[in-house]
């Protein structure tokens, strides 16, 4: 239990601040015993007749000394306690307060404020570290000007980097040198940034549309100077698109990106100078996945577009968050919808929306995108208000047209511009922009959970009209949404009908119904035969839509829907619908069979010459096990795996020659980044990852071939995973090359721990447990930790094994990390949210080791709010 019982803090209870940070100039001196950090600020109090304290927030901080107007305060003008700097009397007219702390970055295991990764230090202040730096009004509607001075050695911190222009620099006498940065635009205190270390640039510049030329600078540890041209291409085009998108110009005359090896989150957009994840900056064909080419792409972009979603234009308070993060993650997903097939893209948006958000809405962590509370605000930086946050935008483009949104940000803009705003905020340019009434548009900001909608419809032969019914479910408390629906209407030859709404003069192949009401009903006219409708286009909203179907109309969705979302959808919902039919005979000790039906429609797919490769390897794919287990009452751990991989080594079986025809066609395809190349390569190594379920001779010396041959790392970290679940000699010599050849870089060692987390094989647990003793793992590294224990933890069948010692390594990594980072502690925590969807047996074990944790005398506060709300 904690001993302090953290209080949650409230949406409802925001006031304005008692003061204002005019400007704050820094002043840091980097040393390897302590770091001094003096600031200078001017601070304004709200009205000029106030007689309130000044508090400010400070965190792990040793104050050296203090002084207001000049004057040194002594200890009864002011307290100092665990997390504040209280001055109970300050003048009513603008003020200048000094502070002196004492930091030390290199025993900062938390990663949060200033600390050291590989020697050099850096910054991570969202959404609260700045007081872990100095004392400061540490909250977003404070936005003052910032200069910053860096003092360190000159022979171990050469580059010394700060937000804004370099305006000054100079050399002292003792071997240290300085650097001072001003940054013109003022900013809250979470988009602060500072580097220094050892750093090589990889430059280039950018001419905005207006000719002004911007210099690009990407910085990385010496070793990685050969992995920064892929991140500074996709910084040129995100700054051409938000420019030609949405007329948005880049501010200041540099932009830097940084990247750390040891990194909480993905990527932080501090004011021209982002520090980066390395994971998200650093590629090479050899070292880099094209998933990997294709999230740097995206997270560079996202950093990006924050520079006016998140930084021009901010948040008031940290319940606002998804106005930035839910709009930058949009603007992010619309930019790799253009920039490479928008259909793949938004496939994989929705695939993660629906495995990790709809979850998160199952859970006792459910919240709206725009929280009413928290008590770690670290812990609210979820998929609900990240990507659910981006669904929610989505849905004004979907209402008000592209032009129409277009003309909501451009009001937004002008309105807002200098200023930390609201949803509220949001929605009002969006509204009226467009005059359009979205008052109840907001219970999307209000209300947790996914909406459920009942669909049925109805053929009238003799009216020749189509009507289809729509219901919403909603739960107890909570009100109608406003849904937009996207239907066409299928003909028998698989062609679109043209749609006419009884109420409309033209017609259209897709069209919106807008649905408000519980329950509203809509007829098109003119349909010549009893249509097949596709529903939910393009995933138009992020709900759950009932409809249900026969297998065969599912699988002539799947071979004709012409929009390719509900194609795939269609095969995943047949493949659902498949696999629980064998659950049920499984679980009645019935022999399995596969439908040839489904068998069927796989082929089609397989044998389909048009369909893109990229889509048709989505459509390849089987829903995960994760994903099953979400749409069923109670997880079915045993019946899911056994039958899903029943299913894979079904199909790989029944279309062998057509998995090697594939495997061939595609695998001479010569190494190149193109969207083509990229297809090749997704469609070659689905085939593989089939044809290794047969684990023969042949198959596994197809994988061993291309994990040898292979000049990409797409092809061998593919290969590799192939060979992990193969139970011949060939699996440990290919982990033993791999490890031999890439033991010198972090990112690609990565890739070694997670293949083998990964492995359906019954021996997993015991591996990850060796792996847990292996000198390359690093528990403090986050991407390293995460690389084998978050990887595992979504390994459904082998962590959720029945004799829950997997469960218990989990307590024993959270209890450890809750000292060492807090932030990755309660990550780690949260896979037992899902604690009670599972069977009695589970259920209990999971809870012993919650009630285990929560009982540990020195909890964090974000690992507490996790497993309180869990265990409630
Ligand atoms: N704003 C960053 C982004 O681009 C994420 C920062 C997350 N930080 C945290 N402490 N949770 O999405
Ligand atoms: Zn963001």
Redesign the pocket.
Known sequence: MHPENPQAIYRKDYHQPDFFIESIDLHFSLDEDVTLVHSQMVIRPRTTNQTVPLVLQGESLVLKNLKLNGQVLNTHDYQVDKIHLTIPTVPTQSFTLETIVEIKPQENTAL?GLYKSSGNYCT?C??EGFRRITYFLDRPDVMARYTTTIVADKNRYPVLLSNGNRVEYGELTDGRHWVKWADPFPKPSYLFALVAGNLHCHGGKFVTRSGREVRLEIWVEPQNHDQCEHALQSLAKAMRWDEERFGLEYDLDIYMIVAVSDF??????NKGLNVFNAKFVLCRPDTATDDDYENIEAVIA??YF?NWTGNRVTCRDWFQLTLK?GLTVFRDQSFTEEMTSAAVKRIQDVRILRTSQFAEDQSPMAHPIRPESYIEM?NF?TVTVYNKGAEVIRLYQTLLGKDGFRRGMDLYFQRHDGQAVTCDDFRAAMADANKMDLSQFERWYDQAGTPVVDVLGTYNALEKTYSLTLRQQIPANLQAWHIPIAVGLLGKNGQDLPLQLATETNSNRTCIIELREVEQTVTFVNIPEAPIPSLLRHFSAPIKLNFSRQREELAFLMAHDSDPFNRWEAGQQLAQQVIFDLLADWQADKPLQLDPLFSNAVLKILQDTQLEGSIKALMLTLPTEGFLGQQQAEVAVEGLFTVRQFVLQQLAQDHYTQWLTIYKANHHTPYSNEASAIACRRLKNVALHYLCRLDTAETTALAEQQFTQSDNMTDQQSALSCLVNTTGTAKTIALTRFYTQWKENPLVLDKWFSVQAMSYLPDTFENVQALLQHSDFNLKNPNRARSLLAVFSQNQAQFHRADGLAYQLQADIVLQLNTLNP?IASRFVSVFNHWRRFDPARQALMQTQLTRIIQHPDLSKDVYEVVSKSLN
């Not at 909480?264 to 957009?269: P, R, T, Y």
């Open positions: 949060t991570q969202e959404a909480n989150m993905g990527a932080m957009e996202h950093e924050h993060e670290n930086y932030q």
